[in-house]
């Protein structure tokens, strides 16, 4: 494996780490890279670097040869294609009375086959939009559905955290997320507080779930009576940063207390 550089292949896209082989290249260097697609054009938009050991085991894509002025030219019709199919699909289904939103159109380098991507609730009889759209552009069009999920990794947004979308940035795939990751990290059950931009609970709520649920194995239960250096009562909150947690004397009285203060769980009176 050769240096490792970050590609672009869209304007504002993601940014996708390739292999560089033998080809020597830098910051705005244009360059086909393999895709699963077919050859894809790219801008280089990061300065090249040894590859790390989790990337020597990937199959990353590879750079296939540096782009001339004809990919170049080729590249912005492309994107003048795209815009126009996207605009014209969009007219179409109005038309048909569709029950599909449009999301991107994509097309490869050679642009003999446009990519319509969209979402919907159910299954979309699509056989007279893709007949009007083959009547226009005479190539090969392919309908692709896409979920909620996946229209976010797509178009990309700045999430509830003020940062770029982890999907859109670096996630690779998607892993199932449940309410029971945020109760185990205290965090406020409130639809609105866990939910993306997509609708669906937030991925990062995985992220640490697994550390959360290590560090709570040496916290006591919630409903423990324990005997601290301060005196006894029952555990009402965990607080797993801090590493302590809040007891319960009273219906008044309450305290904070570290791990380390704790003498005895299931203290007797």
């Known amino acids: 494996m050769g240096k490792i550089v970050g590609t672009r292949f869209r304007p504002g896209g993601k940014i996708y780490n390739c292999d560089a082989g033998h080809f020597v290249v830098s910051c705005g260097s244009h360059v086909i890279v393999e895709t699963t697609d077919g050859l894809a054009f790219g801008t280089v938009v990061t300065t090249p670097r040894p590859p790390t050991k989790e990337e020597e085991r990937l199959s990353l894509k590879k750079v296939y040869r540096m782009a001339n002025d004809g990919d170049v030219e080729q590249y912005k019709k492309n994107l003048d294609l795209e815009r126009s199919a996207f605009t014209y699909c969009n007219d179409c289904i109005k038309k048909l009375g569709l029950d599909m939103h449009l999301v991107s159109v994509q097309t490869r380098l050679e642009a003999d086959k446009l990519t319509f991507y969209y979402t919907a609730d159910g299954r979309v009889d699509f056989r007279e939009l893709v007949k ?17 999920r996946n229209r976010a990794k797509m178009i990309g947004g700045i ?50 779930y697994d550390t959360y649920c290590e560090l709570k194995k040496k916290f006591p239960d919630c409903g ?39 003498t005895s769980v299931n203290a007797q009176s």
Do not use: W
Not at 132 to 148: A, F, N, P, S
Not at 171 to 185: G, L, T
């Open 224 to 262: 423990k009576i324990v005997r601290t250096q301060k005196g006894r009562g029952r555990v009402v909150r965990h607080n797993v940063l801090k590493e302590s947690i809040v007891i319960q004397v009273d219906e008044a009285h309450q305290f904070e207390v570290g791990l380390n203060e704790i």
């Open 159 to 208: 999430g509830p955290c003020g940062h770029e979308l982890c999907c859109h940035a670096f996630m690779r795939e998607f892993h199932p997320v449940s309410v029971r990751m945020a109760k185990e990290q205290g965090l406020s059950l409130n639809p609105s507080k866990i939910s993306g931009l997509c609708g669906r609970l937030m991925c990062c709520l995985a992220f640490e």
């Open 132 to 148: 009007m759209l083959v009547k226009t552009y005479k190539v090969r069009i392919e309908m692709r559905q896409i979920g909620v």
